[in-house]
C-alpha cells in the first residue's frame, strides 16, 4: 500500500523543515504531467519532508503546483546532512538548455524572444546561460554543481526519445551524469535502448501519474462536483470527449482537418466537444487556437475548459466519455481512471503508451484519422481499461519502493 492514503491532501511546501529529498524537474512552469509527477512522488515519499527544485525558483501553487526553489540556490546554500536528489520522471533527458530556457518564459514573450535569438547563435547562448545560471547542455539532468556532495542521485521513470538522434554532445554529457547516478530507470523502451548501448542498465518504469487516481481520486472526484466542471457536466449531461492539442497544430489546414474530425467525433458518440490546455509554457498549449478551432465548429459549439488548476484538469478527464489529443500526460491520466484514449503522433507519446498499454488499445492515430481513433477507443472492453490501470498501479509503486529505500530516514 502507499504511504499517503487515496485523496490526502496536498500540504504547502515547508522550508524550515531540512529536507531529506530534493525532487527535481520541470515542475517550475505549467505542464500537467510535471506537475502531477512532483505530486505523486511528494505523496509516496509520505512523511518524509521534501523540497521541489527546478531551474528557476517560481510560486506555482496558483495553478495546483507547489512553491519551487531554483537547485542552484538549494545547492549554494546547503549546509545539512546530504538529501537524496530525486528526479521524478518526465521526458528530461533530452530537453536543451535553449529549450528548457525559453519554456521558462513568460508565454506572451516568448515568440518575440524565439524569433530574435533564433537567428543570433552566440547571442542564444549567453541568453540562455544566464537565465539558467548554468552551462549545461541538458540542465533537468542536475548539473554536478548543483548536486549537495554525499547525495544519491536517482533517474525514476525518466524519457528521452529524442536522445539517439539528438544533439551528440548533449547525448554524452546525459550519459556521463547517469553513469554517476545511484539509480536510473526509464518510462520507454527507445531511451532504454540508448542507455543499454552505452552500457547503463535502466530497468522499465511506469511514469509515476499512472498513480493519480490511487493516490488523489477523492480529491479529483469531489473537484468533478463543483465549480466550472460540475456546470459543464450538467450542460452536456450526454457526456462529452475531453480534447487537447498543443499550438503546433494552429495553422489554418490543421485546424480545418480537425474541426472536420470532431464534428465526426460528435455524429458519431453524441457527446459534446470539451477542448483544455494541458499546459500553457511556450511550446505547449494555446488557448486562442482552441477559439479560432471553434469558430469552425459553430455547430458544435465545443466547449473551452478555462481551468488550468492541475486537479481541474484530471477531474475534467476523469469525468469524460474520452481523451483525445497530444499530451501524453492527458493520456496518462484517462488510464488511470479507466478512460477510453487515444493520442496524436508523436515519438514520445508513441513509445511511453507502447511501454504501458495492453493490446488492442489504440496508441496514436494521424490527425486525418481521429475520429475513427477515438472510435476504436470507444470500443475497448471496460474491464480491460480498468485492469490496466489497477496493473500499472501496482507496478509504479513496486519500481518507486527502493528508491524511497535510498533514503536516509
Given at each position: 500500500m502507499p504511504p499517503a492514503a487515496a485523496g490526502a491532501a496536498v500540504p504547502p511546501c515547508d522550508r524550515a523543515v531540512t529536507p531529506a529529498a530534493l525532487l527535481y524537474g520541470a515542475f517550475d512552469r505549467h505542464n500537467l504531467g510535471d506537475l502531477l509527477l512532483a505530486?505523486?512522488?511528494t505523496a509516496l515519499l509520505g512523511d518524509v519532508p521534501v523540497l521541489w527544485t527546478g531551474l528557476a525558483t517560481r510560486d506555482m501553487s496558483g495553478c495546483g503546483g507547489r512553491p519551487v526553489v531554483a537547485l542552484a540556490e538549494v545547492a549554494a546554500a546547503w549546509r545539512g546532512p546530504p538529501p537524496a536528489l530525486i528526479h521524478v520522471g518526465g521526458e528530461l533527458l533530452g530537453c536543451s538548455a535553449w529549450q528548457a530556457a525559453v519554456m521558462l518564459e513568460p508565454p506572451e514573450r516568448a515568440p518575440q524572444t524565439i524569433a530574435y535569438l533564433e537567428a543570433r547563435p552566440q547571442e542564444q547562448l549567453d541568453w540562455v546561460r544566464r537565465t539558467l545560471a548554468t552551462a549545461a547542455r541538458a540542465p533537468y539532468a542536475a548539473p554536478p554543481e548543483w548536486i549537495p556532495p554525499g547525495s544519491p542521485v536517482v533517474y525514476h521513470a525518466?524519457?528521452?526519445?529524442?536522445?539517439?538522434?539528438?544533439?551528440?554532445?548533449?547525448?554524452?554529457?546525459?550519459?556521463?551524469?547517469?553513469?554517476?547516478?545511484?539509480?536510473?530507470?526509464?518510462?520507454?523502451?527507445?531511451?532504454?535502448?540508448?542507455?543499454?548501448?552505452?552500457?547503463?542498465?535502466a530497468p522499465l518504469a511506469p511514469d509515476l501519474a499512472v498513480l493519480v487516481a490511487e493516490l488523489f481520486g477523492d480529491t479529483i472526484r469531489r473537484r468533478a462536483a463543483q465549480g466550472e466542471l460540475a456546470a459543464l457536466r450538467s450542460d452536456l449531461a450526454q457526456g462529452f470527449v475531453a480534447v487537447q492539442f498543443s499550438a503546433e497544430h494552429g495553422d489554418d489546414t490543421t485546424l480545418d482537418a480537425l474541426a472536420a474530425q470532431l464534428d465526426d467525433?460528435?455524429?458519431?458518440?453524441?457527446?459534446?466537444?470539451?477542448?483544455?490546455?494541458?499546459g500553457v509554457a511556450p511550446w505547449h498549449d494555446d488557448p486562442q487556437v482552441y477559439r479560432r478551432l471553434a469558430a469552425r465548429m459553430p455547430t458544435r459549439a465545443p466547449r473551452c475548459f478555462r481551468s488550468l488548476d492541475v486537479w481541474d484538469l484530471c477531474a475534467l478527464i476523469a469525468s469524460s466519455r474520452a481523451y483525445a489529443g497530444s499530451s501524453l500526460h492527458g493520456r496518462i491520466v484517462a488510464m488511470a481512471f479507466g478512460?477510453?484514449?487515444?493520442?496524436?503522433?508523436g515519438r514520445k507519446q508513441a513509445a511511453v503508451a507502447e511501454a504501458l498499454e495492453a493490446p488492442g488499445v489504440p496508441l496514436t492515430v494521424p490527425l486525418d484519422q481521429l475520429a475513427a481513433g477515438v472510435r476504436r477507443a470507444l470500443q475497448v472492453e471496460e474491464g480491460l481499461l480498468h485492469a490496466?490501470?489497477?496493473?500499472?498501479?501496482?507496478?509504479?509503486?513496486?519500481?518507486?519502493?527502493p528508491v524511497r529505500s535510498l533514503l536516509k530516514v
Open positions: 505530486h505523486v512522488v525518466v524519457g528521452g526519445v529524442d536522445l539517439a538522434a539528438g544533439d551528440a554532445a548533449l547525448r554524452s554529457e546525459v550519459l556521463a551524469k547517469l553513469r554517476a547516478a545511484e539509480r536510473v530507470s526509464v518510462r520507454d523502451r527507445l531511451t532504454q535502448a540508448v542507455l543499454e548501448e552505452a552500457g547503463i542498465a467525433v460528435a455524429d458519431m458518440t453524441g457527446f459534446g466537444i470539451v477542448l483544455f490546455c494541458a478512460v477510453p484514449r487515444v493520442n496524436l503522433p490496466t490501470a489497477e496493473r500499472l498501479a501496482r507496478e509504479a509503486f513496486e519500481r518507486f519502493a
